[in-house]
């Protein structure tokens, strides 16, 4: 609980079984967060089993993409307010705290992983990837009218139900992009949102969408594409 309030957390996974019994345990901070919803993405790998091992509650998205399992996680999630995360050990449970200490001002609380203090030797943030992040950031910071933005691809945030509930009906994103998209409607309907600086590790076994040049291409160009779309309409 946070104050009155009841959380949760959503880790989406796809073949995660190696590292998700320990960020459940990591993530399930006691009397903080409430439960911990892992979304099994047709993980081939023993995930759903493993992650049963623990205190969380495993429900499944076949639609493949990691957009359709956050937005499947955030469907499930049963508590008043809701955090995002990752179960690859690239993001310490205890960050949630962090997040947690902005939660009364702000609609969304955004991680970003932008401090080089706190980006660890073996995160996967290399140059190409901190200057597409920022940039994308940027762009929307500058065509939405928003705050200060650095990092459009750090799944770790917080929102409340109620400010989810106003734009959750219009996500639509199924893939990699997906995060973009939640912050700009989230603009859209002028949701009160903060960055917060957080802890980026290295990851267990390789990134499904920014492990290679190609991928984070890829995704760079898909998130762009969105946010000029969601612009011109």
Request: net charge neutral.
């Amino acid at each position: 609980m946070y104050g009155s309030k009841t959380v949760s957390v959503v880790l989406p996974a796809y073949n995660e079984a190696q590292y998700i019994r320990s960020a459940v345990e990591d993530f399930l901070i006691p009397d903080v967060v409430d439960e911990v919803v892992v979304v099994d993405n047709n993980s081939r790998d023993g995930t759903s089993e493993e992650a049963r091992q623990t205190g969380a509650r495993v429900v499944f998205e076949s639609r493949q993409g990691y957009g359709y399992a956050l937005q499947r996680g955030l469907q499930e999630a049963s508590g008043d307010i809701i955090i995002m995360a990752e179960p690859d050990g690239t993001f310490l449970g205890r960050d949630v705290l962090k997040l947690l200490a902005y939660a009364d001002d702000f609609d969304l609380v955004c991680g970003t992983r932008t401090t080089r203090e706190l980006v660890w030797d073996q995160a996967n943030m290399g140059w190409f990837l901190r200057i597409g992040n920022w940039a994308v950031a940027k762009l929307i910071q500058f065509l939405y009218g928003g705050p200060s933005l650095s990092d459009c691809g750090c799944t770790l945030r917080l929102t409340h139900r109620a400010a989810l509930e106003r734009f959750q009906g219009d996500l639509t994103v199924g893939g990699s992009h997906f995060l973009p998209e939640m912050v700009v409607l989230a603009l859209k309907r002028k949701l009160r949102i903060i960055e917060i600086p957080v802890n980026y590790r290295g990851r267990v076994g390789e990134s499904k969408i920014t492990g290679s040049l190609a991928g984070a291409l890829r995704t760079g160009v898909r998130m762009i594409a969105l946010i000029l779309r969601y612009r011109l309409r």
